[in-house]
């Protein structure tokens, strides 16, 4: 008795849809949309809206109501959702004729949004069961990994009195939905407007690089290098907006790279990544040493940063004056350093350095003396210039103190002649 | 007009460069090696004995020794002779002197080191002889001791001995230095390597003052003069320093050696720089100088030759022989 009330129940909202269809032309609209919202675009007059696929219902019922009915309440769901998306400044892209994409999940609706060509997509999802009717309407991001913006479901009896329920709630998923796309496009700093209609393409000599969404905390992952690029996931930006990828791999320093959106499909060439300097190696000469060469290493505790050096000089210092000889000196120094303030990449780096050193010199001439001179280095303030790629310019200023050793040519003070402190240039190659 | 204000930079422009090429060449550690001919390490040929100030080198007949004045630690002094060329201490051992060391040849051509005579050849002790009181100055021709008293009488006067070869008998003479006013302090008086004499004086009140140093063709010329020392003597050169460019030092222990190139003086500037300069007996003033960057914390001499100058290193006790720098 009471399945049968049910069943004239469902006939009669079956003829009752249509004819509040009528009195709501658009609930039905569907092919017959306007030309400005078929392919995305606004009209020129108007603001640019993103572009919103709008699916297929996927609609599932049982024996308890018929096929036509069940396709009836997919409908009047789909004209909701349609018309409450525009109200919110969605342009509509419909779906294209034929079998709703299955399985209905959200790798499959983002790639679907993403091949359209728009922004988001919108599934009203319903099913009847046992005469009672069970719906959602879902409001996806495009792109791969698309995620749920806005969503809203119900259940109540399959009847005429689900219809208003259906359009409230649709409305309150259209306006959260709304809300997203403007809280996204704000931050994109953009108008609204269709988004790019190409997946960008990061060309990159680094084998294994993870490129990402440079955002900070909410860093994402867009993918891994491979043969040279890496075709990003569909990012649904306005044109102009730009963009900032974070592409980085262990043992080198992040780069990012950043790019303004064009129209048409773009292709982002990425600098060859640096690697972190772990190890360095530097030839370098200074006054009073010029007729001799410094051969310097360091080794890296933290790459980039904290070091433990070793240099040594060999040289004759010469005066060139009447009754000089040349006198060779050999020097020593080892001691740890470390770079300041500014971040490695940086076009100019400077850092300090202490340590001791040991000088050795002996007369030329005839006269074969040796002298052993110990050092004190208590700060060394050095600069890098990068000239190119791992090769940077060397300049540095050492203040030493001998100890004025018995067996040594240096009394005790402060060492470097007129001006106390011992000065070099030369090239530094970091790897 | 202009042409003269772009040659007057020139001077500051070529100033400039021979800074910035000095510095660029100045090897940082230690110049003075450079000038090194040789080299000794007196700190543990003596052991504890300490090296004084005074050092001086003397020819008799073919010898040729460097007389070094030491102290050990009782504060009794000595003299040793050295080698000049392979700095290796000879077989001798005098005494020192209790005021200003001095090592001269006599005129019968022995050395006399602070009071005493010593054999050319054997170095042994001959004889004792006033000489430790002063600066001697012997002329082998005339036969005459000049002895200079390191204390003088008086400041405006020279007084001075002249002793036989035998140093019997003697004549004082008398001599101002100079017709002008200041108050003049002998500092050396020395027989120069081509037979010259110098005498160097010093006038260091109000802690300025200036160095002059007379030469004479020889002894027998000074002796012959009667005018000022300093200045009325026409056969005779004179250096001056302006030593308000820095210290020089007292009377006594003044840093200055007459050679035959010219007047040697330690001089510093106000930044504490000390460099030795050469004067020139020409008159015209400083001909050309060596930095030394520093204090040294040593004892220098110069041998009146111009050849070679010699510098001890009194913490390291390392003497070592130095080409000049001219």
Redesign the interface.
Same mark, same amino acid.
């Given at each position: 008795m009471r399945a049968r009330a049910r069943r004239s129940l469902l006939r009669l909202s079956l003829i009752a849809i249509p004819v509040l269809a009528l009195a709501r032309p658009s609930l039905l609209l569907g092919e017959g949309e306007t030309a400005s919202t078929q392919d995305g675009q606004a009209s020129s007059s108007e603001p640019k809206a993103p572009a919103l696929l709008l699916l297929q219902a996927d609609i599932a019922s049982d024996d308890s109501i018929t096929k036509a009915e069940a396709l009836a309440f997919g409908e009047a769901l789909r004209g909701d959702m349609r018309r409450a998306l525009a109200d919110e400044g969605f342009a509509i892209v419909d779906e294209k004729e034929g079998a709703p994409i299955q399985p209905m999940v959200p790798v499959e609706i983002g790639r679907a949004a993403m091949e359209a060509g728009a922004a988001w997509a919108a599934l009203p999802r319903l099913s009847i069961e046992a005469s009672r009717i069970s719906y959602s309407a879902e409001v996806y991001e495009a792109g791969e990994d698309a995620s749920l913006a806005a969503a809203a479901s119900f259940s109540t009896y399959a009847g005429v009195r689900a219809l208003p329920l259906m359009e409230e709630s649709v409305r309150g998923a259209a306006a959260r939905a709304a809300a997203c796309r403007d809280a996204l496009l704000a931050s994109a700093g953009t108008a609204l407007g269709r988004p790019i209609q190409y997946r960008i393409t990061l060309v990159s000599g680094d084998e294994g690089a993870t490129a990402s969404i440079d955002d900070g905390e909410k860093a994402r992952k867009l993918g891994t290098i491979e043969n040279g690029r890496l075709v990003l996931p569909y990012l649904a930006l306005q044109p102009g907006t730009r963009i900032c990828i974070l592409l980085s791999q262990t043992g080198k320093r992040s780069e990012t790279i950043a790019a303004v959106l064009g129209e048409k499909a773009q292709t982002i060439e990425a600098p060859p990544l640096q690697r972190m300097v772990g190890q360095a190696l530097s030839l370098d000469t200074g $006054? *009073? #040493?010029?007729l001799g060469l410094g051969l310097g290493y360091r080794i890296f505790m933290r790459p980039d940063w904290l070091f433990l050096f070793a240099d040594g000089r060999a040289y004759e210092?010469? !005066?060139? *004056?009447? *009754?000089?000889? $040349?006198?060779f000196?050999g020097e020593l120094w080892e001691g740890a350093g470390a770079y300041l303030v500014l971040p490695p990449g940086s076009l100019i780096r400077v850092g300090i350095c202490a340590g001791t050193g040991f000088?050795i010199?002996t007369?030329t001439g005839g006269?074969k003396?040796w002298?052993t !001179?110990m050092a004190l280095s208590p700060l060394e303030l050095f600069a890098e210039c990068r000239v190119t790629g791992p090769i940077s310019a060397r300049l540095s200023v050492r203040s030493a103190y001998s100890l004025?050793l %018995?067996s040594?040519?240096?009394? #005790? *003070?402060w060492? %470097?002649?007129?001006?106390p402190l011992?000065f070099s240039a030369g090239l530094a190659w970091g790897f | 007009m202009r042409k003269a204000k772009v040659f007057a930079l020139v001077p500051l422009f070529a100033s400039l460069c021979l800074s910035a090429c000095s510095y660029l060449l100045d090897d940082p550690y230690g110049g003075f090696l450079q000038k090194a001919a040789a080299y000794a390490d007196l700190g543990s040929a003596l052991g504890s004995s300490q090296f004084l100030d005074g050092m001086m080198s003397a020819e008799a007949q073919t010898s040729t020794y460097l007389f070094a004045e030491f102290a050990d630690p009782s504060g009794a002094r000595m003299v040793k002779a050295l080698d000049p060329m392979s700095l290796e201490l000879a077989a001798f051992s005098g005494q020192g002197s209790p005021l200003t060391f001095c090592a001269a040849t006599a005129a019968n051509a022995e050395f006399v080191v602070a009071s005493h005579a010593y054999g050319p050849s054997t170095l042994n002790l001959d004889t004792a002889c006033p000489a430790g009181l002063g600066w001697l100055a012997a002329d082998s021709t005339t036969g005459n001791n000049c002895l200079f008293p390191f204390v003088a009488a008086s400041s405006q006067r020279l007084s001075f001995y002249v002793y036989d070869s035998s140093w019997k008998n003697r004549t004082t003479i008398q001599r101002v230095f100079s017709s002008s006013t200041e108050n003049w302090q002998l500092a050396r008086a020395l027989i120069l390597v081509d037979g010259s004499f110098a005498v160097l004086a010093f006038d260091g009140r109000g802690g300025t003052g200036s160095l002059r140093a007379a030469r004479y063709p020889n002894l027998a010329a000074f002796l012959a003069s009667t005018g000022p020392i300093l200045d009325s003597a026409s056969s005779s050169a004179v250096a001056s320093v302006d030593t308000q460019q820095g210290s020089i030092g007292s009377a006594m222990g003044v840093p200055a050696w007459p050679t035959v190139d010219g007047l040697i003086a330690l001089v510093s500037d106000a930044n504490g720089v000390f460099r030795l300069a050469r004067y020139g007996y020409d008159g015209l003033g400083e001909k050309d100088e060596y930095v030394l960057s520093s204090r040294p914390d040593a004892a220098l001499y110069f041998e009146s030759s111009g050849t070679y100058w010699y510098l001890y290193e009194r913490s390291a006790g390392r003497l070592f022989r130095l080409r000049t720098w001219w």
């Open positions: $006054p *009073g #040493r010029l210092g010469s !005066d060139f *004056g009447i *009754g000089s000889l $040349p006198v000196h000088i010199s007369l006269t003396i002298f !001179d004025g %018995g040594g040519a240096i009394e #005790r *003070g060492m %470097g002649g007129l001006v011992l | -």
